[in-house]
């Protein structure tokens, strides 16, 4: 960093850990533990380059587990930078099978693969349970493979009822390996057992907190944008509010947000971006209404990957038409975070496991010449929520469900209208309305209504009328990939289904959504 003013700031990345993915689910979580202990971390593929290992520079190594076996042809190794940084190093399942096996240790696949809850009894004092009162601890336990006999230089600190060895320590050197996962919160204890090999065992200091976080980016963000003007496509969702609220206490009046009115929005959402950001912010945000523009494209089109496609589209050229009347932008700003950062370079070596598609700004063409600005592109979901909240964003806005890019555009079937955007948005204001009313909006990870457009009999009064069907979609998930349909209280879909149907005229009936995700997936295209 050049600028003074930045220099002179503390450096929150200072004090990190390093961890290295071997292919577990749970990786992502693992990071997102160490930073909720204030430290800074970063995850690597397990088989990072050396010279890219020492120059992060980590004080601690974590090992991730890992679907494979020790054993299969082509199976994930240890990197030998680990060793050769002479760091403590923690190893969580195949991890800890890795550490034994490098140190002569046999690993075997077992009989009694362990999946779900086991206990764990501690063997004996380490430093790693240092925080740990309990002698016997309920934990999450997840391999088929495990340690037969421990690796000479390790000594045993935990079992279970099927192994000896559910965790071990180097006698000499600071190396752990546990078989059961920490970092899920199944596991009683793993905070303070991750606790202590961050804080104590690696020396990590408690630099990565929310208001060191703003601080070190407001000045990192003013180093880089100097004087010149920022382009931001705002769309009403946490990341781009975030972005906006972060850049615009960092350069002031030389951001400038363009907000599109798709008319696939949120009940009245257009309305209220332009009150929090432009009103109450004083950001400086552009409205485009392109309600007409984008009903009239998408009228008669039925094919859902095609009407994706026309919403993406229009906005593209939107946000380029706007780009290029303003005519004195040189950086355009996007709400790129960490798992994207994560996952697109886990693509790019072929060893993502899903890969999302994202809603953003992409596409504009080159001799727009704008350079790229990603504030969050170092932060997981939690701390960019957490940074809204600190930054005056309104924690209800924060915390709002996921919504997709497209918007109504892939929950109305078949032909997009006004008049179905119109019936659509009404109707899922009144269910969520109503979850929030009766506390259940926070215990579903999603929740939202869809416009089904056939006609169905229903009676008002003495009069048949035929009018068209919402389903209602809530699910309970962790991280979207699986669900559960919602199990939401009878009296409660009663309660929405009246108000829809008696509210809304072109609604004669209201239909629950019980299907779980896979085989159904969460929207419904
Ligand atoms: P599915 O329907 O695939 O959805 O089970 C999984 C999650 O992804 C969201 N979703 C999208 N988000 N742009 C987005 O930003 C999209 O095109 C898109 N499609 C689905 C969906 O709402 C759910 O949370």
């Known amino acids: 960093m050049a600028n003074s003013t930045a220099s002179k700031m503390m450096d929150i990345k200072h004090s990190k850990i390093l961890i290295l993915d071997y292919g577990s689910q749970y990786t992502q979580l693992i990071a997102r533990r160490v930073r909720e202990l204030d430290v800074y971390c970063e995850i690597y593929a397990w088989d990072a380059r050396t010279e890219a290992i020492a120059a992060y520079e980590p004080q601690g190594i974590i090992l991730s ?15 030998e930078s680990v060793m050769q940084l002479n760091i403590p190093v923690l190893g969580i399942c195949y991890g800890m099978q890795l550490l034994n096996q490098y140190f002569g240790g046999v690993v075997e696949g077992s009989e009694d693969k362990e999946f779900g809850y086991a206990q764990v009894n501690l063997t004996d004092t380490s430093s790693l349970f240092a925080q740990v009162e309990k002698q016997a601890l309920d934990v999450w336990m997840s391999h088929g493979d495990k340690v037969k006999s421990l690796a000479p230089v390790f000594r045993a600190i935990a079992h279970t009822s099927s192994t000896p060895y559910a965790a071990c320590e180097h006698v000499e050197l ?20 991750l606790a202590e090999f961050v804080h104590q065992i690696c020396g990590c200091e408690k630099l990565w907190k929310t208001d060191n976080i703003i601080d070190t980016h407001v000045e990192n963000i003013k180093a880089l944008v100097g004087d010149e003007k920022v382009l931001l496509g705002l769309s009403g969702g946490v990341d781009s509010s975030v972005v906006a609220a972060l850049l615009h206490k960092a350069i002031g009046d030389q951001l400038v947000c363009v907000f599109v009115d798709t008319g696939l929005l949120r009940y009245q959402e257009g309305d209220q971006v332009m009150q929090t950001m432009a009103d109450k912010m004083d950001i400086n945000v552009i409205r485009v209404n392109a309600q007409e523009r984008y009903f009239s494209a998408l009228k008669g089109e039925n ?10 589209e229009i906005f593209i050229r939107i946000f380029e038409q706007q780009a290029r009347e303003l005519n004195d932008i040189q950086w355009l700003a996007q709400g790129t975070i960490y798992p994207d950062v994560i996952e697109s370079a886990a693509s790019s070596t072929g060893k993502a496991h899903v890969i999302k598609s994202h809603h953003n700004v992409g596409g504009l063409p080159d001799d727009l010449a704008l350079k790229l600005i990603e504030p969050l592109k170092d932060l997981f979901k939690d701390e ?27 929950r109305i079937l078949g032909e997009v209208t006004a008049e179905y955007a119109d019936i659509l948005a009404r109707a899922d204001h009144i269910f969520i309305e109503e979850l929030r009313r009766h506390d259940l909006y926070d215990k579903t990870s999603q929740a939202f209504a869809v416009f089904l457009p056939v006609k169905s009999v229903g009676v008002v009064g003495d009069a048949r009328r035929y009018e068209y069907v919402i389903a209602l979609r809530a699910v309970e998930t962790i991280d979207f990939m699986t669900a559960r349909w ?11 289904s009246r ?26 295209e």
């Open 65 to 79: 587990g890992g679907p494979e076996s020790v054993h299969m042809e082509n199976a994930p190794t240890l990197n």
């Open 174 to 193: 600071p190396i752990f390996g546990v078989q059961f996962h920490p970092e899920v919160e199944h596991t009683a204890d793993g905070r303070e057992i």
């Open 303 to 312: 094919d859902p990957e095609r009407k994706r496609k026309i919403i993406g």
């Open 384 to 410: 960019v929520r957490q940074l809204g909240v600190s930054l005056g964003l309104a924690p209800e806005m924060v915390y709002r469900h996921p919504f997709p890019g497209p918007g109504l555009g892939v």
């Open 486 to 496: 919602a199990h939401l209280p009878y009296e409660f879909i009663d309660v929405v």
């Open 499 to 524: 108000r829809i149907i008696n509210e809304i005229d072109k609604v004669s009936r209201v239909v629950y959504d019980v299907s779980s995700k896979p085989p159904a997936t969460i929207e419904w």
